[in-house]
């Protein structure tokens, strides 16, 4: 059974940095790509970024790239999100994701519980 488990969210201002980590298990994690989403209150849940399985491809939303970096951790079998400069409109719940593809339209086969973010302004 796959679990998706998300850390490092929390309360920070307005221009401060946050990293999230996913840490997962029930499979081989080298083998899949992962993926950050979010969703702020009244929102549809957003794309922000995506990492290829071997890590050497990656893509962002235009409203996180240059801010946001997405890496991987195969040893620990956890995908990390630095989050710098972080404004208020990147207040929301932010979720992870696996899957077979990094593109972010592809099908995801599993999802975190989410972690909340909340920046102050």
């Known amino acids: 059974q796959v679990q998706l488990v998300e850390s490092g969210g929390g309360l920070v201002q307005a221009g401060g940095s946050l990293r999230l980590g996913c840490a997962a298990s029930?499979?081989?994690?080298?083998?899949?790509?992962m993926g950050w989403f979010r969703q702020a209150p009244g929102k549809e849940r957003e794309f922000v970024a995506s990492?290829?399985?071997?890590?050497?491809?990656?893509y962002y939303s235009d409203s996180v790239k240059g801010r946001f970096t997405i890496f991987r951790d195969d040893a620990k079998n956890t995908v990390f999100l630095q989050m710098n400069s972080l404004n208020a409109e990147d207040t929301a719940v932010y979720y992870c994701?696996?899957?077979?593809?990094?593109?972010?339209?592809?099908?995801?086969?599993?999802w975190g519980q989410g972690t909340q973010v909340t920046v102050s302004s």
């Open positions: 994701a696996q899957g077979r593809s990094s593109q972010p339209t592809s099908t995801w086969d599993y």
């Open positions: 990492i290829s399985w071997n890590g050497g491809g990656t």
């Open positions: 029930g499979r081989t994690f080298s083998w899949y790509a």
